[in-house]
C-alpha cells in the first residue's frame, strides 16, 4: 500500500494519512470504514476530474453500485458560499444522508470547500481527502481546517471537520504544471522554517532533485512535512495556541493574494509573506542579515517570486491585512521566527513594522 501515518484527533480517535502511488487499495480502506454499499459523491473541479475522475469512480465500484459525481469551476475565485449552494443541491439530488460520504479530489480549494460543505450538510456528512496537488498533500488537506471566501476575506466562513482518511496518490504529482508544484514548496519550507532547521536545510541541499521530482526524495520530503503538521496540529486541533504557527508567511500573503487580484498562487504570495516576515524579524535583532537573505534568496531556485511589482501599493496591502481573521483582542496574531526553526506568535507588531516588510518586497528604480 505505501507509507502512511496516523494523526490523532483525541484520545482513541484519528484519521490515517496513507502515501502511495495508485488508487487500488482505495476500496479496501473505504470498506474498512464502514462505507460499503453506501452512496458516494466525488466533488471534484473541472480541472482534476478529467485527470482521475473516471479511474476513482471505476474503482469504487468494487464497494457501491451508487457511485456519483459533482464538478464545479476550478479557481480560488470560485471558492465561495454560491458554489457551496450549488454542492448542496447537488447532494440533495443524490438523496445523500448523514451516513453517507463524500470524497474531494483535487487541490486546496476543492478540499477546503468540499470539507465545508461536508461539516455543513445535513449538520455534518463524513468526507475524504485525496489531494492532488502538493499544496493540498502536505497542507491543506491535514487538521481539519475547512472554508470559503467571503468577498475579499479569504477563508472567512468556515469549520473545523476532519476526514475520515486522507488518500494519496503521489502519481497525481507528476500532472502538475511547474508552477503549481512551486506554490507547495512555499508550504514545504515553511514547516522546515518554523519547526525543523536541519529539515529546511535538507531541502536548501536537495533543491536540484526535488526540482527534478525524484521519486524518493519527493517521499521523503513529503513525509517529513507531514510529520511536522500532524505534530502541530495533535497539540492544537482548533488553533487556540501554537497551531497559529503554521501561518507563517499568511498574513501578508493573504493580503496580497488579494491585492493582485488571485494572479499569484497560493504559495507564492504565502513566499513574499515570508520574505516579508522574515524581514520584520530581522529588524527586531532575531535574524542577521545574512539569515535574511539566505532565506529570501532560496525560495528563487524553487521557483517562488521574492518581489512584487514596482507600482504596488503598500498601503493598500497593509490596509488588507486588516481583513485577516486571525485576530486577538483588535491586534494580528503575527508569526516571527526567533532563528531558523523556531518561530513565535507576536502580537505587538505594530502596522509601521508590517509596512516596512511589505515595502521590502517592492524595487523601485531610483
Known amino acids: 500500500m505505501g507509507d502512511k501515518l496516523f494523526v490523532r484527533t ?23 470504514l464502514g462505507f460499503e454499499g453506501r452512496r458516494i ?19 469504487l465500484k468494487e464497494i457501491s453500485e451508487n457511485i456519483f459525481s459533482y464538478v464545479f469551476h476550478a479557481g480560488e475565485e470560485y471558492k465561495n458560499l454560491d458554489t ?4 448542496y443541491k447537488a447532494l440533495k439530488g443524490l438523496s445523500l444522508d448523514r451516513r453517507d460520504l463524500i470524497l474531494t479530489l483535487g487541490g486546496g480549494v476543492t478540499g477546503d470547500m468540499g470539507g465545508f460543505a461536508a461539516a455543513t450538510y445535513l449538520r455534518g456528512v463524513d468526507f475524504i481527502q485525496l489531494p492532488t496537488t502538493l499544496l493540498s498533500c502536505t497542507d491543506s488537506s491535514i487538521g481539519g481546517k475547512t472554508g470559503v471566501d467571503l468577498d475579499e476575506y479569504k477563508n472567512m466562513v468556515g469549520a473545523f471537520k476532519m476526514p475520515r482518511l486522507v488518500y494519496m496518490n503521489l502519481k497525481t504529482l507528476s500532472s502538475l504544471p511547474d508552477r503549481e508544484f512551486s506554490s507547495g514548496m512555499a508550504e514545504i519550507l515553511k514547516h522546515g522554517l518554523i519547526r525543523d532547521q536541519a529539515y529546511y536545510e535538507w531541502l536548501i541541499n536537495n533543491f536540484s532533485e526535488i526540482n527534478d521530482k525524484e521519486p524518493e526524495v519527493i517521499l521523503k520530503m513529503i513525509q517529513r512535512s507531514l510529520e511536522i503538521k500532524r505534530d502541530v496540529v495533535e497539540k492544537d486541533p482548533f488553533e487556540e495556541g501554537d497551531r497559529a504557527l503554521l501561518n507563517f508567511g499568511h498574513t501578508i500573503g493573504h493580503a496580497i493574494e488579494k491585492y493582485m487580484d488571485l494572479t499569484l498562487k497560493h504559495g507564492e504570495c504565502v513566499a513574499l509573506g515570508i520574505v516579508a516576515a522574515c524581514s520584520i524579524s530581522y529588524k527586531r535583532g532575531m535574524l542577521s542579515a545574512d539569515e535574511m537573505y539566505e532565506i529570501r534568496d ?13 507600482d504596488a501599493d503598500p498601503d493598500k496591502i497593509l490596509a488588507l491585512t486588516k481583513a485577516d481573521k486571525k485576530m486577538d483582542k483588535g491586534r494580528i496574531r503575527f508569526v516571527l521566527l526567533k532563528k531558523v526553526g523556531r518561530a513565535y506568535i507576536d502580537t505587538t507588531v505594530s502596522d509601521e513594522e508590517i509596512l516596512s516588510g511589505i515595502k521590502e518586497l517592492i524595487i523601485r528604480d531610483e
Open 84 to 87: 457551496v449552494r450549488d454542492i
Open 298 to 310: 532560496m525560495l528563487v531556485p524553487f521557483g517562488l517570486p521574492i518581489t512584487l511589482p514596482d
Open 10 to 32: 483525541k484520545e482513541g480517535e484519528g484519521y490515517e494519512i496513507i502515501l502511495t502511488y495508485d488508487f487500488k487499495a482505495l476500496p479496501g480502506k473505504l470498506k474498512e
Open 41 to 59: 459523491c466525488i466533488l471534484s473541479d473541472d480541472n482534476v476530474f478529467p485527470l482521475y475522475g473516471e479511474e476513482v469512480k471505476a474503482s
